[in-house]
């Protein structure tokens, strides 16, 4: 699986003094400027895997492979300077569903002023690939890790989750715009995105900051597309598990002091709803509780890539 080959290969890839952060967080951090680290991220996305491209329209393909790459900008409060895009086309489609890519990401990519800095784009007898490299600038030491959560520290979500795999998993909006409100007024501990499941992705939070969390289950915003996918299919998930283990919601989890998290309830600055769903604890695991009841260990569940 991805983890562990990551384990392995993470040990015996060469350092560099600019390197601040590289791979095992959302982006890498280069420090190139005297007063801006650079952030880089990167994301290939498949058909079959991230989309079908005989059931879903090329410009909703486009506009996604560029939004999962912003949403990594995000969840390092890293605002988006360009990116590189590289696509592997079916020699049956070729320039024309190029061209509905692009007609697809460019209004993204000019809503949060993302420069399109060049790529590549090939033809081949296989499906659809699309890879974006993103780029973003963030002040050395500002940046957000999913490294720094604290025992004691309320998580807080935007958004809800479950149930993306009906839409919102080709149309979401990065939280780009939030991203920067909450890094110039507000201290962050820690952030990451929910790409591959809630429970999943806290999880990994918890392991990269050496330490637990413990949800409260009642207090778990749910998405609308949730209790529609609980319904179609009667005996199977729950809506509250799709907003556990659903992947692809692309909303932030961030870790922030009680003091803070009171502030952010009260205020909502963002326009997008603030919850507070847990928090986080010096012993390790994920945990859940339901309104002040005992703590039961509650396994993670998401999307899991193999290799």
């Known amino acids: 699986m991805e983890r562990d080959f990551l384990r392995r290969l993470l040990p015996r890839l060469p350092s560099h003094p600019r390197l601040l952060l590289g791979p095992g967080d959302d982006a890498a951090l280069l420090a190139l400027a005297k007063d801006n680290a650079w952030v880089v991220t990167t994301d290939m996305l498949m058909d079959g895997v991230d989309f079908e491209l005989h059931r879903h329209d090329a410009r909703r393909i486009g506009r996604k492979s560029l939004a999962v790459n912003l949403s990594d900008l995000a969840a390092m409060a890293a605002r988006p300077v360009g990116a590189v895009i590289s696509l592997a ?5 070729g320039e024309a569903l190029a061209l509905e890519l692009y007609e697809g990401l460019i209004p993204l990519a000019e809503e949060f002023e993302t420069a399109i800095a060049g790529g590549d784009t090939n033809s081949w007898n296989g499906p659809l690939v699309t890879s974006i490299t993103a780029i973003g600038e963030v002040v050395p030491g500002k940046e957000w890790r999913r490294s720094g959560a604290k025992p004691g520290d ?27 409100v909450l890094a110039e007024k507000y201290e962050i501990h820690a952030a990451m995105d929910v790409s ?31 209790h529609e996918l609980a319904a179609q299919e009667q005996g199977g998930p729950s809506a509250l598990d799709h907003a556990l283990s659903d992947g692809e919601d692309f909303e932030l989890i961030l870790a922030v002091s009680p003091a803070v998290a009171e ?10 709803p603030l919850t507070r769903i847990g928090r986080f604890v010096k012993q390790p695991g994920l945990w859940q509780q339901v309104s002040g009841g005992p703590l039961l260990p509650l396994s993670p569940r998401g999307y899991e890539h193999q290799l």
Do not use: N, W, Y
């Not at 998580?155 to 715009?177: A, C, E, M, Q, Y």
């Not at 502030?263 to 997008?272: C, D, F, N």
């Open 263 to 272: 502030q952010l309830l009260a205020s909502q600055p963002l326009g997008v």
């Open 196 to 226: 591959d499941g809630l429970s999943l992705d806290l999880s990994r939070m918890c392991e990269a900051s050496g330490c637990g969390a413990v949800l409260d289950l009642s207090l778990v915003p749910i998405a609308a597309a949730a």
């Open 154 to 180: 309320e998580i807080l979500v935007t958004g809800s989750f479950g149930g993306s795999i009906l839409g919102k998993h080709l149309d979401f909006t990065p939280r780009v715009r939030e991203a920067m």
């Open 89 to 93: 086309l079916p020699r049956s489609c």
